[in-house]
């Protein structure tokens, strides 16, 4: 390997020993800019990949608020503003129990590679809390962003970072964030965050966007291999906000989703998430706090099975869409096993780089990265913001026809940037390169920083 990355990749080790998943998104996305790097001798100079590892600025803060039966509860806050090069800040917030530093930072990293990939001036970060959200009531989740915001508002604003949902904050979440928010500021920026209601000046079709997105980028991939959607089955992880937006557009366009899973197991509905009925259940499941799928095989009396996860289905298309390093080796290799032609990850890094090596290297089966293919969730909250500072409403079919552009657009770029350096069809490969040459060429031209 280039010696200078290697030195890189090897320094990151070291320091971030207790940031396992950070440490694997800094390996995955090196990794693949080896030939780039031997190209550009001057990058080494001018300490790109050092400055490039290392997040602009962190902040922690401490969240404290009340549940209903009046006790005290103290969570901790993250934001990670990673890379501003090519626009303010921005990214998602996660609420999840099992939230930590290193899920923030390696979020925040491979976010700037997918924001420069739109090919719109939005730069990274990432941050969330290690609150569960699971079982809390409405007023419980009001004050716990309410205290999130008390604490974060001074750090962002619409040309500093802009903030959206990711799981466990949805359009609630970031309704009650904006509301705090413009509560302490005392002025209407609701360019300040994403994803909000639509009353607040949210953008149409910015709930499917990621879901939708995804599956334009399918389409894409399928034509390469002179094959239609319609007909295809396909396995989905995850019963949120992306994965009801893949049964949406997939239904629309002739396919059908045949898995969805949860923490405490996957259903199989071989007639798959097609109807308008089934698609708004998922829905009301996320909705209720109870984070179970097995309600879904119970209400449409399919199969569930406990405590297991849906690869090694036999499907046309895997399109991972719960959480990171929900795929590993094993998995991989019943995916493999299984006829899958079709790997598309859509959550943010599904894949252990071990399965995401092994899966690359099988003849029969296509990769598609996730920071590609769900990178329609960002982008089309970027057209929010260019919306919010226009103080305009796009229609829903402006947006969606942006939002189809961008996707194709992030497709074709990666395509030809795996092909520009002779690795041939690569999306893995080729959307590392790509999203990484913008911010390289605005860091090398903004000089040391
Ligand atoms: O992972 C992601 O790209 C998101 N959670 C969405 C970020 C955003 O700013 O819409």
Not at 21 to 37: D, Y
Not at 168 to 191: C, K, P
Not at 349 to 378: C, H, R, W, Y
Request: with cysteine.
């Amino acid at each position: 390997m280039n010696a200078y990355l290697a030195r890189v990749i090897e320094n990151v080790k070291a320091k971030h020993a207790g940031e396992p998943e950070f440490i694997q998104t800094v390996e995955e996305v090196l990794t693949s800019l080896e030939p780039v790097v031997e190209k550009h001798p001057e990058y080494e100079k001018a300490c790109l990949l050092e400055r490039m590892v290392e997040p602009e600025r962190t902040i922690s803060f401490r969240v404290a608020w009340m549940s209903d039966d009046g006790a005290w509860h103290t969570n901790t806050g993250w934001r990670c503003q990673f890379n501003g090069a090519i626009g303010p800040y921005k990214g998602g917030l996660r609420f999840q129990k099992d939230v930590n530093l290193s899920i923030i930072k390696f979020l925040a990293f491979e976010q700037t590679f997918k924001n420069a990939l739109t090919g719109l001036p939005i730069g990274s970060g990432k941050g969330g809390s290690d609150f569960d959200p699971t079982g809390k009531s409405d007023a419980e989740i009001m004050r716990f962003c309410q205290s999130f915001m008390t604490a974060l508002h001074r750090f962002i604003g619409p040309d500093v970072d802009v903030p959206a949902g990711d799981m466990g904050v949805g359009t609630r979440e970031i309704s009650y964030l904006f509301g705090q928010y413009r509560r302490l500021r005392g002025a209407w920026e609701n360019g300040v965050l994403t994803g909000k209601d639509f009353a607040s000046g949210g953008s149409l079709v910015r709930p499917e966007a990621t879901g939708f997105g995804s599956v334009y980028y399918l389409e894409n991939v399928l034509k390469h291999e002179g094959e239609d959607i319609r007909g295809k089955t396909i396995a989905c992880a995850g019963f949120g906000n992306v994965t009801w937006g893949i049964c949406k557009k997939a239904t629309e366009l002739g396919a059908k989703v045949v898995t969805l899973s949860g923490p405490d197991g996957y259903v199989y509905d071989p007639d798959g998430v097609t109807t308008p009925e089934k698609i708004a259940y998922l829905v009301e499941m996320r909705n209720s706090g109870r984070n179970r799928v097995q309600d879904y095989a119970e209400k449409f009396g399919v199969e569930f099975f406990p405590g297991q996860k849906p690869w090694g289905v036999k499907v046309d298309v895997c399109m991972p869409s719960a959480m990171q390093n929900d795929v590993h080796l094993e998995h991989a290799k019943q995916i493999a096993e299984s006829g899958v032609k079709y790997y598309i990850e859509v959550a943010n890094m599904p894949t252990t780089n071990d399965a995401l090596k092994f899966l690359m290297e099988q003849p029969g089966v296509i990769v598609a990265p996730s920071k590609a293919v769900n990178a329609g969730g960002v982008a089309t909250s970027a057209l929010e913001m260019a919306q919010n500072s226009e103080r305009l409403i796009w229609t829903e079919e402006e947006v969606d026809k942006q939002l189809h552009r961008i996707m194709d657009n992030i497709y074709n770029m990666s395509v030809e940037a795996a092909e520009k350096y002779g690795l041939g069809y690569n999306l893995v490969a080729g959307a590392n390169i790509a999203g990484f040459q913008r911010v390289a060429d605005a860091m090398m031209a903004q000089g040391v920083f």
